[in-house]
């Protein structure tokens, strides 16, 4: 009789179960740890001694995850049946399980506050990566050499059984703190210590901070009404504050706290933050352990959260704090909720590498990465991490830069190969789909199962000489633009200026006078919205296409009429909302299929989601299960174009 806990993990990836069976190895217990696509299993004999004690331990070597649902136990006579996936050995871009956080508190700990502190199944790793395979020689700690500690931990402790990034405060990387009077050292538990007290402190006196993490640099400060701008996120500290201050359905919660440390744009709550965001920001918790421990020290001196920026080497500041090693720099994951419905929206942490399970033997490079075979499997990841030997064809995204010398190339679309993502990400390769793809520009296409062909492409956009393509639209076309430019002639003279090459939700964004000129910033401004229902926007077809000068003379009569920003950009995605339902019924009517896939970084939009759902939700609507819904996940669906 076998006791059996079954974990929902719905990922190929093994970080969860290799801390489940590092921590089998440590507790000394005779246990099988399986992993599916979908679960994984910790077996056990029912009579084992001292399970209770197992399992309560278990509780809490365990960290939160995206992956992660429910979990569930029960007795069986026999082990699962299933099928196990094939898991290869590649660096992890997570934040730290908690066995490695306690480490990192505990003074009697060699890692006592140190910040590159990690092991086999936690932390930041692939930033130190030079090349695979993933071993001590290609990585940026090669010439530094573990300790007699270190040593005995790669044969002895489970965590770090054989890690290529072991190291310790007597064996590893120093930081520096510098102003522009004095420099600071840190490789000993003390400094550590104190160059984290001395940067929470000089942040709470209202100091810039040009912090080095383990994922590039971030400019830190206190917020402060004169430092923020559209590219300030919130970095929340204190784990126990974050209901106070933002306002968050269960799943966000979850997510934010959760190993993979995604970014996240939540509603805001309490008074002191909507003084600086009044309704709502893109938020994570300390990701990386240096974060974390500043985070720590910020928490006690009262310091709920600070604000951060993406910065480079050069951005100014009044302390810069460093490390001495060229680490690369992976994108934050942007994460999606919608109750129970998630989905990633851009970036790389935490999402590649990515093993593929396919038989296919295909070279595809596309986004600056690869789908290159590594021992059964396909591993995505950056082009200049491997080393390459010249396919017999390269499947290559267009405007991709080919890697090698063979002309033998096959170039496909962008947002085909999304599509394609979408769909191999729900196993639905074999069925007929209608797919929707939606970005700067919004594409209606159908798979049949073989390959996907076009139904409706958009009309180009160009953005040059905007006013004089709406004049010429229909009869009192003219008169709208006499009168924008009456009562908004600053505005009128930005958009007679315009480049040819400013995309189309940028051009609403300056229209409508948005701080965030970008698809983000409308987003943001339609989650302002308090009311029941919208204003209809034009959506007019130009042979069947979509109008993009329609639709912006639509705005511009509402921005005359002193509409809110706010209501007008809730319009925008229920007005696009109703226009793709429209045309997806009218595809329904000619073709015999359930399934809607939905690819481009559009759809993650609140009113525009929940519009779709409103009008098509009787049908299957595939999202992205572990890739992003922007063409990043296109890699993907080069394997199958």
Do not use: W
């Not at 390769?429 to 798979?447: C, G, M, P, Q, T």
């Not at 429209?582 to 525009?608: C, D, M, R, W, Y």
Request: with cysteine; hydrophobic share 40%.
């Amino acid at each position: 009789m076998y006791f059996i806990f079954e974990i929902e993990f719905n990922s190929n990836k093994s970080y969860i179960k290799n801390l489940i069976v590092a921590y089998v190895k440590k507790s000394g217990v005779s246990a099988q740890v399986m992993q599916s696509n979908s679960a994984i299993y910790l077996v056990l004999e029912k009579e084992q001694e001292k399970l209770e004690e197992f399992l309560l331990g278990l509780e809490q070597i365990l960290p939160a995850s995206l992956y992660m649902k429910g979990s569930k136990h029960y007795f069986s006579d026999t082990l699962p049946d299933i099928q196990e996936i094939e898991a290869i050995y590649t660096p992890l871009n997570i934040a730290l399980c908690p066995n490695c956080q306690k480490e990192m508190f505990d003074i009697s700990s060699n890692r006592y506050y140190y910040p590159f502190t990690s092991c086999n199944s936690c932390g930041t790793q692939h930033p130190f990566l030079d090349k695979y395979p993933f071993i001590r020689e290609n990585t940026l700690l090669n010439f530094f050499k573990p300790c007699k500690n270190c040593q005995e931990e790669l044969k002895s402790n489970p965590f770090r059984e054989n890690y290529p990034l072991i190291s310790c405060i007597e064996c590893g990387v120093a930081l520096r703190m510098l102003d522009k009077k004095s420099e600071r050292f840190a490789n000993s538990k003390g400094e550590f210590r104190k160059l984290f007290e001395v940067s929470a402190k000089a942040l709470s006196k209202g100091k810039t901070i040009l912090f080095k993490t383990l994922n590039g640099y971030r400019l830190l400060y206190k917020a402060n009404s004169d430092l923020i701008n559209p590219n300030t996120k919130l970095l929340m500290c204190n784990a126990n504050a974050i209901n106070t201050h933002l306002m968050l359905i269960p799943q966000e919660f979850n997510a934010i706290l959760s190993i993979e440390r995604p970014l996240l744009r939540v509603a805001t709550k309490s008074q002191e933050i909507k003084e600086f965001f009044p309704f709502n920001t893109f938020v994570k918790y300390a990701d990386d352990a240096m974060s974390i421990l500043l985070a720590k020290e910020l928490v006690n001196l009262g310091i709920d959260y600070i604000c951060y920026e993406d910065a480079t080497s050069s951005t100014e500041a009044d302390f810069l704090v460093d490390y001495n090693l060229p680490t690369t720099k992976q994108e934050d994951c942007q994460l999606f909720i919608n109750q129970d419905l998630h989905f990633f929206v851009s970036g790389e942490r935490s999402i590649f590498p990515l093993v593929v399970e396919n038989p296919n033997k295909r070279v595809v490079v596309a986004n600056k990465k690869i789908v290159n075979r590594v021992d059964s499997v396909n591993l995505v990841d950056n082009i200049e991490l491997f080393d390459l030997q010249e396919p017999k064809v390269l499947y290559l995204q267009k405007g991709d830069k080919n890697p090698f010398n063979t002309n033998r190339v096959y170039e496909f679309s962008d947002v085909k190969a999304t599509i394609l993502s979408v769909i191999a990400q729900n196993s639905l390769l074999n069925e007929k789909v209608v797919a929707i793809h939606f970005d700067n520009r919004l594409h209606f296409s159908y798979y049949n199962g073989k390959s996907v062909a076009d139904l409706i492409t958009p009309s180009s956009f160009n953005s040059q000489n905007i006013l004089g393509k709406i004049r010429l639209l229909r009869e009192g076309s003219d008169r709208l633009v006499e009168n924008f430019k009456i009562m908004f002639p600053k505005l009128y003279n930005r958009l007679m200026k315009l480049d040819k090459d400013i995309d189309f939700f940028s051009v609403v964004a300056i229209i409508l006078e948005l701080k965030d000129e970008s698809f983000n910033g409308i987003s943001s401004e339609s989650l302002h919205f308090m009311g029941k229902g919208g204003i209809q926007i034009d959506c007019k077809l130009n042979e069947s296409k979509f109008d993009y000068y329609a639709f912006l003379a639509s705005i511009l009569s509402y921005k005359i009429a002193g509409v809110e920003a706010n209501l007008i950009c809730y319009s925008i995605y229920e007005s696009f909302g109703d226009y793709i339902a429209e045309i997806v019924q009218q595809i329904f009517t000619k073709v015999k299929t359930n399934h809607i896939a939905l690819s481009g970084i559009a759809f993650a939009n609140q009113p525009l989601l929940a519009r779709i759902d409103k009008n098509l939700g009787r049908y299957n609507i595939l999202l992205p299960k572990e890739l992003p819904i922007n063409i990043d996940g296109s890699i993907l669906g080069g394997l199958y174009v």
